[in-house]
T-cell receptor
């Protein structure tokens, strides 16, 4: 069964450093998402991406964040200058179409900012 | 702003029991509702998706219902098994919010052998 994959599974970085989290969505899906979950808190929406542009973003997704689909398979989330409060589990998701469709989530990348 | 609440926060039951998990949302103008399972330190596994025009969806021992007008959904698990132990999350997509899912805090279920 097709699945969303994410790398790395765990990323440790120093405050102020840039990190890139990588995702490979399900191959025939057209909509891509990033969510995050701070330990002990709810899963929060960050951004959705369709047709090579951001279709929606939350108030969390400020100028420190960016997303890119550099090729036909990868979808990346970049955090330019990490802060301690960026420590969280970051989930990538994809769906075949937009809101009517199930969003399928990857296993997540645990980001630890020291 | 859409708020999603799940009750109870934690539930412990003996194996074989039927159980109900509750989800409520403050804005009934939703497009659909999705139930997920999350195992500790793992990703989210989609269980069921209910469109706003539907009343319920079934998959195996799972049955999810939706009462959009009252802002409620329930997830019914029949004949629970220890392997069902996980955190169950509900998430709603609001009609006017693109594809964003708004999540509840989850119900942590433990099924004891």
């Amino acid at each position: 069964e097709p699945e969303v994959t994410q790398t790395p599974s765990h990323q440790v970085t120093q405050m102020g450093q840039e990190v890139i989290l990588r995702c490979v969505p399900i191959s025939n899906h057209l909509y891509f998402y990033w969510y995050r979950q701070i330990l002990g808190q709810k899963v929060e929406f960050l951004v959705s991406f369709y047709n090579n542009e951001i279709s929606e973003k939350s108030e969390i997704f400020d100028d420190q964040f960016s997303v890119e689909r550099p090729d036909g398979s990868n979808f990346t989330l970049k955090i330019r200058s990490t802060k301690l409060e960026d420590s969280a589990m970051y989930f990538c998701a994809s769906s075949a179409r937009g809101g009517t469709n199930t969003q399928y989530f990857g296993p997540g990348t645990r980001l630890t900012v020291l | 702003k859409q708020e999603v609440t799940q009750i109870p926060a934690a539930l412990s039951v003996p194996e074989g029991e039927n159980l109900v998990l509750n989800c409520s949302f403050t804005d009934s103008a939703i497009y659909n509702l999705q139930w997920f399972r999350q195992d500790p330190g793992k990703g989210l596994t989609s269980l069921l998706l209910i469109q706003s025009s539907q009343r319920e969806q079934t998959s195996g021992r799972l049955n999810a219902s939706l009462d959009k007008s009252s802002g409620r959904s329930t997830l019914y698990i029949a004949a629970s098994q220890p392997g069902d132990s996980a955190t169950y999350l509900c998430a709603v997509r609001k009609e006017t919010s693109g594809s964003r899912l708004t999540f509840g805090e989850g119900t942590q279920l433990t099924v004891n052998p």
